[in-house]
């Protein structure tokens, strides 16, 4: 019995794969700092694990619609237009358990042989993975540093086609921190209508932001018709082990999501979309607190890492990861990444795990404490000043 060979053009993430290592070797004794997980290192607001809780006792323990729960769909229609100044009602809501799921349904229900995709390189691995799954061209859009890490939209223009149909842009991004300025998404926007494209913006991470505000391509003109907003509440409300994201998008293809949910997984757990509710209208001090917590620590590493012989660090706007550059160790990133693991117990992923235009740089995440990521910093400093020593 052999695979599918759709199966062979599917990818990973390897957060996860560094995450087993790292776990291998503190089995054995050894202290090791995590870096690599993008993961907020927060409880889940306590009103919010209450709300869940008191959802078990209340019997929201059987299914629902498969596109999620009325009200947690109106309440989520209602925060997205305070957030875009647009009209959106629950029927272009779709609930999911996580935000891979609008990347999978989405990328699933409009690509095919003969498409062309444009996707940010570097970028969350799993744009790469579902184009290719599904057969159709990836094609990949270079994210600069010299570009304070947003996309250029000359070169955007440059790789559209006759056969481009989706392009997708996250900001704040995974794993740079850079954030598209207005300007940047009104001229993007423009390339969009102009070529027929449909755009799936990942604004998962829209709430952790520490310069100016966040902005989003579906409010300008011509844009609620062809985007689809990728957001959920893994990374602003700590709730990762909830599996609890949305995509908000035009009618016609909410409704073909949802049939991809009625055939693979049916509906989004009912208690878990009660805490949903809850974490959307309930107190968003937690979430404020959260924010202000991570720009310290961002300063924390910006501070340190620009400090260590042989790298520099952009200051990132928004998210919680760091993308220093490390070219000047003389190593590659997939290198330096597995030296920082084996030898200094630090875990961080090569830029290489988030396309090829991520080498020479190291995805550092921060989510963690200011005496664990100072260890870190101490860490990577000896084993940069031990390799620019030794060259």
């Known amino acids: 019995m052999k695979l599918a060979t759709r199966m062979q053009r599917l990818g990973t993430e390897t957060a996860f794969e560094v995450l087993v290592r790292a776990r291998a070797l503190e089995a054995q004794g050894r202290d090791v700092v995590h870096l690599e997980i993008g993961e907020p290192d927060f409880d889940t607001p306590a009103n919010v694990s209450q709300a869940g809780a008191n959802a ?17 769909r109106q309440a989520i229609a209602d925060y997205i237009n305070r957030r875009t100044r647009t009209a959106y009602t629950p ?11 609008i990347m999978f349904f989405l990328i699933l229900a409009l690509l095919e042989a003969g498409d062309d995709a444009i996707y940010p390189d570097p970028g969350f691995p799993i744009y790469r993975s579902m184009i290719d799954f599904t057969g159709a061209r990836a094609v990949p859009l270079p994210i600069r540093e010299e570009n304070d890490f947003r996309l250029d939209v000359g070169e955007l223009e440059s790789l559209i086609t006759p ?18 300025t207005r300007d940047d998404l009104e001229a993007i926007a423009r390339l969009a209508v102009a070529n027929d494209l449909f755009v799936l913006a990942d604004e998962i991470y829209s709430e ?13 003109p011509g844009m609620v018709e062809r985007t689809a907003i990728l957001d959920g509440f893994s990374k602003t409300y700590a709730m990762t082990g909830w599996r609890l ?11 073909q999501v949802s049939r991809l949910m009625v055939n693979s997984v049916s509906c989004t757990a009912s208690m878990v979309q009660r805490a949903g509710l809850e ?3 309930g107190p968003q001090d937690a979430v404020r607190d959260m924010v202000e917590a991570f720009r310290r620590r961002r300063d924390l590493m910006v501070s340190g890492l620009n400090a260590i012989p042989g790298v520099t660090c952009r200051n990132p706007a928004g998210a919680f990861y760091v ?5 000047g160790t ?11 693991l084996d030898d200094f117990g630090v875990a961080a992923l090569s830029g290489t795990s988030f396309g090829e235009h991520g080498e020479g740089y190291l995805r550092l995440s921060y989510a963690n404490s200011e005496e664990n990521l100072a260890k870190a910093l101490e860490r990577i400093d000896a084993a940069a000043r031990q390799l620019v020593a030794a060259r």
């Open 56 to 72: 078990i006792g209340e019997g929201w323990t059987h299914y629902g619609p498969a596109a999620g729960q009325p009200d947690l």
């Open 323 to 327: 993308f220093p550059n490390i070219t």
């Open 91 to 101: 029927a272009n809501v779709v609930v999911t358990p996580g935000g891979k799921p």
């Open 208 to 220: 952790i932001i520490y310069e100016g505000e966040h902005h989003s391509i579906a409010s300008f």
């Open 163 to 180: 056969q481009t149909k989706l392009l997708i842009i996250n900001s704040p991004a995974n794993p740079t921190g850079g954030v598209l």
């Open 279 to 281: 974490a959307l209208t």
């Open 245 to 255: 994201g949305y995509g908000v998008m035009p009618e016609w293809i909410a409704e």
């Open 330 to 340: 003389g190593m590659t990133s997939r290198e330096f990444a597995d030296r920082l």
